[in-house]
């Protein structure tokens, strides 16, 4: 017989369930009752004396539990996983917060739940590296921007997050400097700094820190992903280009010519093939000539035959060096084909060093220190065998009346791209190319907005007092000009200023505008921002 059998006799004689009974006999077992145990067998295994005087025990009672279903039983959080707590956070965050006042800007703020609701009153420090202002104040300010149909509401009394110093991310102390950002699809920030390291950003912490590939990062540049297998984001500088996931997994370097480093980066879709994307670079030149290399004078024929020798090889790296600047490599990724490590390249010749590039809706936009803009149609076509990559010249501009050369492209509205012009120190002025539409603008340092369709400047902003480094378009429409390290100012644009006046009006040249105060790294959010799409621009450290 087994114990369960002898139990089930037992709730016959007594009515205690199996469940509540614990039966002992220590001359047969010890402690109590094992549920795999035969009673049969204990009771043989015994002596004859043992066998004929068994006292077994038997402790329990015929009370029944009252016993309610498993989700309708009180938890404990010590019992609760990670994902049921969140979902617990989450819930009582709903309760205490309508949906309209509910924002969520991915690298600004925490996720949904209680930690927003950190109970500070002022600034005060999340981490190491980040400090800013109370979760729920920050909420509660983009709450009342999302929910106000009044964009002029003034921003002084501090209802509005405009001009607002919300967070500060990275170590102001930090000998490194940081050079560029850029923001990821899913709202993660991607910082570059000069001492060779790639930071990201996301809810209020640094959740990666990587390294490049060379000496320092000058750009990083978010890539155009349709695909979770699809590269992320690319980190430039020191001779090298890296390719990264959305994780900061490295996926390949790249490296440039010797002597040179990249000088802007822009990626896109290619002209009919959604599903193939491009990388375009452009360089600079790196290596320094010695100014005392040739400083001694020959003593005799054999040192001259060897210093004509040594400057005839530093005539050809010079060539060399000035040609790959004028040159502008350009890399097409298949998304379809997500696991070849392998990249088409196709290289676009220039007439003159190329400064910048920018992507214009599937165009590739290229600016060089003469003051010129070529736009070129990237298009591949397939044969039986293989791929044929093209680049066409469509249109050039010239910018004339004032020697200037590109510094920044910035795509900022359909068709119109931001020039930031910077005086030309060359000795010689080229003649334009009979093919460019002509521009004539009357300053030689500040921002162009050009109209790319109609080729004509539509406005000038001339309010820095050093070369413009730094513009970003905002998702209202509105626009962030940041001056050199001789003017230090951020200035707010307003659209229906710069770009909301009839094609057809003359040249607007504006001198004023907004000056933002918060110094170092500050986000900057508008009512209209959608979700996951933070703003910031950066100093020392941070």
Request: net charge negative.
């Amino acid at each position: 017989m087994s114990s369960q059998d002898f139990k089930t006799q037992i709730q016959i004689l007594t009515g205690v369930s199996p469940s509540r009974q614990k039966l002992l006999c220590p001359k047969l077992w010890k402690g109590a009752l094992k549920d795999d145990e035969n009673i049969l067998y204990l009771i043989q295994q015994a002596s004859e004396d043992i066998s004929n005087n068994l006292v077994i025990t038997l402790i329990g009672s015929v009370e029944t539990l009252d016993e309610k279903p498993l989700d309708n039983r009180p938890k404990f959080l010590e019992d609760m996983t990670a994902d049921e707590i969140k979902e617990m956070e989450m819930e009582q965050y709903r309760q205490d917060y309508d949906e309209t006042d509910v924002v969520d800007i991915t690298a600004l703020q925490k996720a949904p739940g209680l930690e927003r609701n950190d109970g500070k009153v002022g600034m005060y420090q999340y981490n190491r590296f980040v400090t800013g202002l109370p979760q729920h104040q920050i909420n509660s300010l983009l709450a009342k921007q999302k929910n106000s149909k009044d964009r002029d509401i003034d921003a002084a009394d501090g209802s509005q997050i405009d001009n607002v110093l919300a967070m500060t991310m990275g170590m102001e102390l930090r000998k490194a400097y940081i050079n560029s950002l850029a923001v990821l699809d899913d709202g993660t920030i991607v910082s570059g700094m000069d001492d060779g390291h790639v930071q990201l950003w996301r809810r209020c912490e640094m959740i990666r820190d990587l390294r490049h590939a060379g000496g320092s990062v000058d750009h990083v540049l978010k890539f155009p992903s349709s695909t979770p297998d699809d590269p992320a984001f690319i980190s430039a500088g020191g001779g090298a280009i890296s390719i990264w996931s959305e994780g900061g997994q490295r996926i390949m370097d790249m490296g440039s010519a010797q002597g040179t480093t990249s000088a802007s980066l822009a990626a896109g879709i290619v002209h009919g093939h959604s599903n193939i994307k491009y990388l375009a670079s452009c360089f600079s030149i790196t290596r320094q000539i010695d100014p005392n290399q040739f400083r001694l004078v020959p003593q005799n024929e054999q040192e001259m035959r060897r210093r004509l020798e040594a400057e005839a090889r530093e005539n050809i790296i010079q060539s060399e060096l000035l040609r790959v600047s004028m040159c502008i490599r350009v890399w097409f990724y298949n998304s379809s084909q997500p696991s070849s490590n392998t990249l088409q390249e196709t290289l676009i010749q220039h007439d003159s060093p190329v400064t910048q590039l920018e992507d214009m809706d599937q165009y590739l936009v290229c600016g060089d220190e003469r003051g010129c803009m070529a736009t070129f149609r990237l298009s591949i076509s397939s044969s039986s065998n293989q791929s044929t990559i093209a680049a066409q010249e469509e249109s050039r501009l010239q910018l004339v009346g004032q020697r200037c050369a590109i510094v920044l492209l910035k795509r900022i509205a359909d068709n119109i791209l931001a020039v930031s012009i910077s005086p030309d120190q060359g000795q010689q002025e080229d003649a334009p190319s009979q093919s460019a539409t002509l521009l004539r603008t009357s300053i030689s340092k500040g921002v162009l907005l050009i109209d790319m369709q109609q080729k004509t400047i539509r406005t000038v902003l001339n309010a820095h007092n050093d070369v413009v480094r730094g513009i970003c378009p905002l998702p209202n429409g509105d626009v962030l000009t940041a001056g050199g390290k001789m003017d230090a100012k951020v200035l707010l644009w307003d659209r229906d200023e710069i770009i909301g006046r009839d094609e057809d009006s003359a040249v607007l040249t504006l001198t004023h505008a907004i000056q933002l105060k918060a110094p170092g790294i500050y986000m900057v959010l508008r009512s209209s921002m959608p979700h996951n799409t933070p703003l910031g621009r950066s100093t020392s450290g941070g």
